[in-house]
């Protein structure tokens, strides 16, 4: 994602966002929510004009407000697997100066609901960033003396080899601000291993290359007991890209590259008994992908 002072404002005020907890054979995958609430379609998608988003009534009420909003969520999962517990992308952060006004030296809650979910940082094993975007890597580090330290002292963190060496060459600006606070610091405290697109994490999770967003974008896949599931990171940003899998995200840094790559993954998935999470769908987040017509749909 990109800058925009509309993007995602609701927050929870007294309680926590729920956990909402799925099973994959003997996998446990557990989504902790930083932030969910509507944006302008504009926002993720240039054609998403209300109009347009309104004519897919299935989308309503859970990912799209009556006036042609859409919901979207900012979360982490986490996969506890073969006695391991893995967090995928690591949502905004606090502390941090960003463009966007409500990501802005941010002072939520995430770690406590984290650790009420069961998962205290020092408890984690592995950290998986899909991709570098502002988005995903926020809480790789926190502020502590005025030093940006790694967030889970006893975790492996995986980045993305090809990732990492696009982000890294990028010139000075909020991008490269991102990298100095929210991935470098792991790098030099020497947590990080820079891996490949089709990095094996264990028996039942495995990085799958979805490329196009970014250049080394990656999903997730689990396979446990004879059932399957995908975390899908930024291959689609909203279940509306199932019925429009043309509409590029405005941040794809290949919008050609991504359009392929979804249609494949939709194509993929379509009709078959595969949990769907996405890393920016709003509750109920995981479904399934149905083929409707000539396009698809995300079905619950």
Not at 23 to 29: D, L, N, R, S, Y
Not at 76 to 98: A, L, M, Y
Request: glycine letters at 8%; charged letters at 25%; aromatic letters at 8%.
């Amino acid at each position: 994602m990109a800058a925009d002072d509309r993007i995602l404002q609701k927050e929870p005020r007294l309680s926590t966002y729920p956990v909402t907890r799925w099973k994959i054979g003997a996998a446990t995958i557990t989504r902790v929510v930083e932030i969910e609430g509507s944006s302008p379609g504009s926002f993720f998608f240039k054609a998403a004009t209300p109009e347009r988003l309104l004519q897919h009534a299935w989308l309503k009420p859970h990912f799209l407000t009556g006036d042609g909003r859409v919901i979207a969520s900012i979360h982490c999962f986490v996969i506890q697997s073969e006695g391991r517990s893995i967090v995928v992308d690591t949502c905004v952060g606090n502390d941090k100066p960003r463009e966007v006004k409500a990501w802005h030296m941010r002072q939520g809650r995430f770690l406590q609901d984290l650790a009420e979910a069961g998962f205290p940082r020092e408890s984690v094993d592995t950290v998986l960033c899909t991709h570098l975007h502002v988005d995903h890597v926020g809480w790789n580090t926190l502020l502590d003396a005025g030093r940006w330290v790694p967030t889970f002292p006893n975790a492996r963190y995986l980045f993305g080899r090809k990732e990492w060496e696009h982000w890294s060459a990028e010139p000075a600006g909020p991008d490269r601000e991102v990298r100095n606070d929210s991935v470098r610091p792991v790098l030099d405290a020497g947590l990080a291993d820079l891996v490949e697109t089709d990095h094996r994490i264990n028996g039942e999770v495995q990085l799958e290359p979805t490329p196009g967003h970014t250049p080394g974008h990656v999903s997730v896949r689990i396979v446990s007991g004879g059932e399957e599931a995908v975390i899908t990171g930024d291959l689609m940003h909203h279940p509306v890209q199932c019925a429009e899998p043309g509409w590029a995200s405005n941040f794809d840094v290949d919008p050609e590259a991504a359009r392929r790559t979804r249609r494949a993954f939709l194509e993929r998935c379509a009709n078959r008994p595969v949990l769907v999470l996405g890393t920016h769908f709003a509750t109920p987040t995981a479904g399934r992908i149905i083929r409707d017509g000539n396009a698809w749909r995300f079905a619950f």
